[in-house]
């Protein structure tokens, strides 16, 4: 038979190229769905959902904001963008602005307010 009369079988089901999985214990089987899925993407998107949850913590929002917006580009040096990735920018510059938000507010709060400020210091330091 020649090349040109094979029948391609890894495509003829429409596996799209991914390999399909070998157990050498029998069983099991099957193929890799998650396409360019990698750690990066993943932490991507739990840093930027974690920065919009932490957002009232300022400091703590921003940095997870900044950490969300470096995986992304982790990720996209190595592989494409996936859905995980562009999450994890979309939420990590969500979280990023309501944290500069609420920072700017307490800032405005407290020189307005400086009773308020001392008042503050006072019940949460331990002197």
Same mark, same amino acid.
């Given at each position: 038979?020649?090349?040109? =009369? @094979?029948?391609? /079988?890894? *495509? $003829?089901? !429409? =596996? =799209? !190229?991914?390999?399909?999985?070998?157990?050498?214990? #029998? #069983?099991? !089987?099957? +193929?890799?769905?998650? !396409? =360019?899925? %990698?750690?990066?993407?993943?932490?991507?998107?739990?840093?930027?959902?974690?920065? &919009?949850?932490?957002?009232? %913590?300022?400091?703590? #929002?921003?940095? $997870?904001?900044?950490?969300? /917006?470096?995986?992304?580009?982790?990720?996209?040096? @190595?592989?494409?963008?996936?859905?995980?990735?562009?999450?994890?920018?979309?939420?990590? /510059? &969500?979280?990023?602005?309501?944290?500069?938000? /609420?920072?700017?507010?307490?800032?405005?709060?407290?020189?307005? *307010?400086?009773?308020?400020? *001392?008042? +503050?210091?006072?019940?949460?330091? +331990?002197?």
């Amino acid at each position: 038979m020649s090349d040109n =009369n @094979r029948i391609d /079988i890894d *495509n $003829l089901f !429409g =596996n =799209n !190229g991914y390999q399909q999985n070998y157990n050498p214990y #029998g #069983g099991g !089987g099957g +193929y890799y769905p998650y !396409g =360019n899925r %990698s750690t990066q993407s993943t932490l991507s998107m739990i840093f930027g959902i974690a920065s &919009i949850w932490m957002c009232f %913590s300022t400091l703590v #929002g921003i940095a $997870l904001g900044v950490m969300a /917006i470096v995986m992304r580009h982790i990720h996209k040096k @190595r592989l494409p963008e996936n859905g995980m990735t562009k999450a994890g920018l979309i939420c990590g /510059i &969500i979280g990023i602005v309501l944290s500069g938000i /609420i920072l700017i507010a307490m800032v405005i709060f407290f020189v307005l *307010n400086p009773d308020a400020l *001392n008042e +503050y210091l006072n019940a949460y330091m +331990y002197y």
